[in-house]
Structure formats: structure tokens, C-alpha cells
């Protein structure tokens, strides 16, 4: 694998966000897929544009580095 390449493109992936076992809601990212490809495992990565960061979108990009570990990559518009 070159660097910069992805694998396992996908579109729209859908996480629950919980608290304590209740599930409160949903994040929708715009697109995820594997970085490195052949590289060990690789490394997760979702991204989400944005024209405009709301309140609750702060919030839901909060909670997914809490609760998932994953730090949205947004791409500004």
C-alpha cells in the first residue's frame, strides 16, 4: 500500500451515543474508511462536512471522542 491511500470507503456510517447504557441519539458522519491499508491494521477515520458548526453538532462530535474515541475530521466548506 502507497501512503495516502484508503480502503473500505463508506458512506454515512450511523453511531449510536449513550449515557450510561441509554441511547439519547445518533451521530451521522458523511463518509469513514481505513487509512494505511496492509499496514497492521490501519486506522479508522470519519469525516463530516460542515458549512456551519452548530451547537448540537459541537455536542455530537464531543461525545464521539468520549464515549467512541473518535475525533471527527471536519472538512470546512
Request: glycine fraction near 12%; charged fraction near 25%.
Amino acid at each position: 500500500a502507497k501512503a495516502g491511500e484508503i480502503e473500505n470507503l463508506g458512506l454515512q456510517p450511523t453511531f449510536k451515543l449513550s449515557v450510561n447504557g441509554v441511547v439519547i441519539g445518533k451521530y451521522v458522519g458523511d463518509f469513514d474508511y481505513w487509512t494505511a491499508p496492509g499496514i497492521t491494521k490501519g486506522c479508522y477515520k470519519v469525516e463530516d462536512v460542515k458549512g456551519m458548526k452548530t451547537a448540537m453538532y459541537r455536542w455530537k462530535a464531543k461525545h464521539m471522542a468520549a464515549e467512541h474515541g473518535i475525533t471527527i475530521i471536519e472538512i470546512t466548506r
